[in-house]
């Protein structure tokens, strides 16, 4: 009964590898009058599903697979209205920002195959709407932070007229009215249409995760509040290594309110006090939080450390961080007075890489980041007095 349930579920994602192939080969027979055309449009758009649904599929859920269809429908046609009026690069940023960046730049080619298909259109107009839409995704996903699109929109534009003038006017004899209208409307729809798309999902998806990292990362947390009183020592621990982690991101160029995160709520499961591992209860805790996926994936990351394993660099560099603030803080603990720093430093990052039992052999951070790390805590002596 599960086996078939889930089957029943998953059926949404045929819905637009079926209906755009029918509907492509029906347009194709049509147009071109060839019963090899429509049989040529079935099995290409088959194709192309086939890849989009291989390379998103997680992605692809039951309103997914409806827009894309009919966004399928609306780009078949372009074969009875005039090149270039239909905004085919501005459907794939909404495809994009609905489901996944990888479903949206495969969907660029999704969309340009059916009019190409139904109406046997030259070679340059394939590669002129295939490239304006890779490049309206890249455009659009580097300002989607900011939700400042103004910029992307005019780049998008001079990059949209400068390809439509290489690849399509510099290969005709005459210039019509069509040639300079056609491409102007399909212009200002899909700046209109990148405009609302990047607005709306700049508003519900970036500005709403941004405030919920906000609420998260807070000193003042409750989860960090009441470690703060149930643990002073893991909290501690939880404020230095946090401290580094946010200092690392911004010298090396990761996010750094995720890693300031990981180094709040990497050993957060020592509040809960049952036979579990500290890993699983550290994402029981997050899990209930509603902590933002992306913390918990570095989480579950975190957590699952093991020897042989790879590992990220932001991982890695809070595994480097926790271990040193660990050992200076056992160290101290002890009352023998001061070690020597920057041997102290050095054995307890050297043993997470060598040996049999290192724990980061796989880490994937760049060796010049590892160096710049053990240079930097060994220049913080004044700062260890925290620790104590």
């Known amino acids: 009964m599960v086996t078939e349930n889930k089957s029943r579920s998953g059926l949404h994602i045929l819905i637009p590898v079926i209906v755009p192939s029918l509907v492509t080969a029906v347009c194709a027979y049509f147009v071109q009058s060839s019963a090899i055309a429509a049989l040529r449009a079935v099995v290409s758009i088959c194709i192309i599903s086939f890849g989009v649904i291989s390379l998103s599929r997680k992605h692809i859920t039951l309103r997914v697979s409806m827009f894309m269809t009919l966004l399928a429908l ?5 074969g009875f209205i005039p090149d270039f009026m239909v905004p085919i690069a501005a459907f794939s940023v909404v495809i994009a920002f609905i489901s996944s960046p990888t479903l949206g730049l495969t969907t660029v080619l999704y969309f340009t195959a059916i009019p190409f298909l139904i109406t046997e259109r030259s070679f340059e107009y394939f590669l002129f709407v295939t490239v304006i839409g890779v490049i309206g995704m890249a455009l659009m996903y580097s300002r989607s932070r900011s939700g400042k699109y103004a910029e992307v929109l005019v780049i998008f534009s001079l990059l949209y007229v400068l390809l ?19 491409p102007v409307v ?5 700046v209109i249409i990148m405009e609302i798309s990047g607005y709306r999902y700049y508003n519900n998806v970036i500005k ?3 405030d919920l990292y906000k609420t998260v990362v807070d000193p003042e947390h409750p989860l960090l509040l009441e470690l703060k009183s149930a643990d002073k020592t893991e909290y501690k621990r939880a404020i230095h290594t946090a401290h580094y982690t946010d200092l690392f991101a911004e010298k090396f160029g990761y996010d750094k309110v995720l890693m300031r995160g990981l180094g709040f709520y990497h050993r957060i499961g020592v509040l809960i006090d049952d036979d579990a591992t500290l890993a699983m209860r550290t994402m029981k805790l997050a899990t209930s939080e509603g902590f933002p ?3 918990m994936a570095l989480l579950k990351e975190y957590g699952e450390i093991k020897e042989g394993c790879k590992v ?4 890695s560099i809070a595994f480097i961080v926790d271990n040193v ?5 056992n160290e101290f603990a002890k009352g023998k007075g001061d070690p020597d720093m920057n041997k102290f430093i050095d054995s307890s990052i050297l043993r997470l ?9 796989k880490s994937a951070i760049p060796y010049y980041e590892l160096e710049e790390i053990r240079r930097y805590l060994k220049g913080e002596k004044m700062y260890y007095d925290f620790l104590r």
Do not use: H, N, W
């Open 164 to 182: 439509y003038t290489a690849l399509i006017v510099m290969k005709r004899m005459d210039i019509t009215p069509e040639v300079v209208i056609d």
């Open 312 to 315: 990220s660099a932001e991982v």
């Open 293 to 295: 996926s992306d913390l």
């Open 353 to 361: 890489f060598s040996g049999k039992k290192a724990i980061l052999k």
């Open 208 to 210: 709403k995760s941004e």
């Open 186 to 190: 399909g212009l200002i729809l899909s």
């Open 325 to 329: 603030i660990c050992d200076l803080m």
């Open 74 to 78: 609306v780009s078949a046609v372009q």
